[in-house]
């Protein structure tokens, strides 16, 4: 908090810090690319114009925080929230720490989660992978009891791990159930050709190596339980933290409506969670290249799936 507060301490700063972080080499227009431009302020607000072909710019316009209300403080307050707990924060904990109404806090937290979607959407993994089914909602967030119970939204959770076996990234994506169909669409969206695939033996997963992975069954329960177990130690400490963490901080959310972004952002922090220094910086850069959203947009947003 205190280097936070050193970096990051006063509007100036924050408006520093994105300036820097969307013109690394100075201004440059975002409809031609011209570097050259005059300035003048409007509202108490900056305003940059093209020589070339006189589009107006601001400092948030055309990224996340455009159309916004709030002071950048503010925004930096809650990207540091959001990326330096273990766990995530609701959306009143984040009304708290920003002073804002709840309405706003929301607002916030899904354009933030969102730009970490944006971020995560490419992820690929190879190597060794561990996958499980897994469901968020219900008694039991990121638990698997009651496969096929109505209010849940089903998910794949998957993590890559070194041949030793420690885990490296992870992907958790809705999935529109765990079929063939769906199974096989994922994994071209989040497997390298060259993936090892261990599952459990689900019927569906053998469905991986339409992505060109290769897939291990492994069939828990049946003999040989705890050598069969070590295959999926981390896929289950993983999903273990993943309920903790969303049980935790979340009484309820529209699991059906928001999944994507929810399990978005336990993955992106988990993706980065030996960078956390530079987290912050990386998260203003996303939110600098991620495409404003309205409140409407985002309330729209229903789970993608495969
Ligand atoms: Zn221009």
């Known amino acids: 908090m205190a280097e936070f507060i050193k970096r990051y301490g006063s509007e100036e700063a924050c408006e520093r810090a994105l300036f820097a972080s969307r013109w ?3 201004w440059r227009c975002p409809k031609c690319d011209c570097e050259q431009s005059c300035t003048f302020y409007r509202d108490g607000r900056k305003y940059w114009k093209c020589y070339r072909c006189a589009h107006q710019t ?31 924060v609701s959306n009143l904990e984040l009304m708290r720490h920003l002073g804002v109404c709840y309405r706003t806090a929301w607002r916030v937290k899904h354009k933030i989660m969102q730009a970490m979607a944006d971020r995560e959407s490419t992820r690929q993994l190879a190597g060794r992978v561990e996958v499980d089914d897994a469901y968020l909602g219900g008694e039991k967030p990121g638990g698997k009891a ?6 849940k939204v089903p998910f794949v959770a998957a993590v890559q791990t070194t041949p030793e076996g420690h885990p490296q990234l992870m992907r958790l994506d809705p999935v529109s159930g765990f079929t063939k169909e769906a199974i096989g669409a994922w994994s071209k969206i989040a497997l390298m050709e060259s993936t090892l695939v261990v599952s459990d033996g689900l019927n569906c997963f053998p469905a991986v190596t339409e992505s060109g992975a ?44 928001y999944a994507h972004r929810y399990l978005a952002e336990v993955q992106y922090r988990f993706n980065r969670r030996f960078r956390l220094k530079d987290m912050l910086a ?10 404003p959203r309205s409140e409407s947009t985002l309330r729209l947003a229903t789970v993608r799936t495969c």
Request: hydrophobic share 40%; net charge positive; charged share 15%.
């Open 24 to 26: 690394p080499q100075g």
């Open 58 to 88: 601001t400092l948030v316009s055309g990224t996340l925080f455009a159309a916004t209300k709030l002071a950048l403080s503010q925004w930096f307050l809650a990207l540091y929230v959001l990326t330096q707990t273990k766990n995530s």
């Open 146 to 151: 009651g496969r096929g119970s109505e209010n």
């Open 214 to 257: 290769t897939h291990q069954p492994h069939r828990v329960g049946s003999g040989r339980q705890s050598v069969e177990h070590a295959e999926f130690r981390w896929i289950n400490i993983l999903l273990g933290n993943l309920k903790t963490s969303i049980s935790g901080t979340y009484h309820a959310f529209k699991f059906r409506k």
């Open 282 to 291: 990386r998260l203003l850069r996303a939110a600098v290249l991620a495409r």
